[in-house]
Nanobody, 118 residues
Framework: QVQLVESGGGLVQPGGSLRLSCTAS????????MNWHRQAPGKERELIAT???????NYIDSVKGRFTISRDNAKNTVYLQMNSLKPEDTAVYYC????????????WGQGTQVTVSS
């Protein structure tokens, strides 16, 4: 069983930056993709950024150009660099990891709160 632990959330002013980390209890090298999701109060959880095993990345339109997902396999960690933060980015941010072998495995972290407010 893989454990994922997010960190780096907090309170930041509009226009500020935060870097979230998601550290796995084991190697992330074999995961097909690692992803960041977020859930704002009263809203559905949404997928915002993906990094595939080959290094390709995908983003939803609302974070393109502001957020960057990256991975450090040696540290078993995926990052989400968030710049130019807006109040509408306020949410609990979750990472997950997807592994496709004989069946589908999905692992989730516990989430970290990001609040963008002046």
């Amino acid at each position: 069983q893989v454990q994922l632990v997010e960190s780096g959330g907090g309170l930041v002013q509009p226009g500020g930056s935060l870097r979230l980390s998601c550290t796995a209890s084991g190697s992330i090298f074999s995961f097909n993709s690692m992803n960041w999701h977020r859930q704002a109060p009263g809203k559905e959880r949404e997928l915002i950024a993906t990094i595939h095993s080959g290094g390709n990345t995908n983003y939803i339109d609302s974070v393109k150009g502001r957020f960057t997902i990256s991975r450090d396999n040696a540290k078993n960690t995926v990052y989400l660099q968030m710049n130019s933060l807006k109040p509408e980015d306020t949410a609990v941010y979750y990472c997950n990891a997807i592994l496709i072998k004989t069946k589908l495995f999905i692992y989730w972290g516990q989430g970290t709160q990001v609040t963008v407010s002046s």
